[in-house]
């Protein structure tokens, strides 16, 4: 794939990926931001002990649709003594005209009567330890349900919006303040992430100086 070209080699030994490899390293990343920024059905989002966890079956469809001919095995499983079974699985999917994997680890709890040490369902445990661990490989690699485990990451840029919202009110305040803000907006000191209180604490500003 490519050519001679595609990899370059400069003098600190660091590599330059240029040509076809770069436009799949580029188609990769945007893939995997798309399906990030998917919004979870609220159909499939269920709550156990206080934490929103998401249904296998729609990993599985957003796998199928997104990365087909994905392959799940389990390399390992055990038990840890009486209390929980492990499963050491490894994801296989095609991704933008390359193969990847990933391995992946999880445990749950084996279940038992209360008040004893005999087993409830022992196999309903080892099925549940393969789930926990597909989900996780699922969402760590493939980006899906990051809106429900938390893993979305923001764009930190203002948007021209934002920018010109906050400008806004630094001019009020003084031509020193536009500047400034100006300024931590270029070197990304504001951000969508601090743009709230950084509005609220010009807008204090302002109303003092008035």
């Known amino acids: 794939m490519g050519n001679n070209n595609d990899l ?5 030994n660091t590599i330059i990926v240029t040509g076809a490899i770069q436009e799949m390293l580029v188609k990769i990343t945007d893939t995997h931001e798309l ?5 979870t059905p609220k159909a499939y989002i269920k709550k ?3 934490l929103d966890y998401v249904e296998i079956g729609y ?3 957003m796998a199928d649709v997104h990365f087909p001919g994905w392959t799940w095995e389990i390399i390992k499983g055990e038990a840890l003594g009486s209390e929980a079974y492990v499963v050491h699985g490894r994801l296989k999917w095609f991704d933008n005209g390359i193969w990847r994997t990933g391995d992946m680890v999880a445990a749950h709890r084996i279940q038992k009567k209360r008040g004893t040490s005999e087993f409830v369902d022992v196999g309903n445990d080892i099925k549940s330890a393969n789930t926990d661990t597909m989900k ?9 349900a990051d809106d429900i485990y938390k893993n979305q990451a923001e764009d930190p840029e203002l948007s021209d919006k934002q920018r010109d919202d906050i400008l806004a ?3 009020n305040i003084s ?3 536009f500047n400034q803000i100006q300024e931590l907006i270029e070197n990304g000191t504001v951000n969508t992430m601090n743009y709230k209180g950084s509005i609220a604490k010009l807008r204090r500003q302002r109303d003092e100086k008035s």
């Open 8 to 12: 370059q080699v400069v003098s600190d």
């Open 35 to 39: 399906v990030s920024l998917i919004p």
């Open 48 to 50: 156990k002990m206080g």
């Open 59 to 61: 990993m599985k469809r």
């Open 136 to 144: 996780k490989a699922f969402n760590m690699y493939l980006n899906i």
């Open 169 to 171: 009110i630094a001019i």
């Open 175 to 177: 031509d020193e303040k």
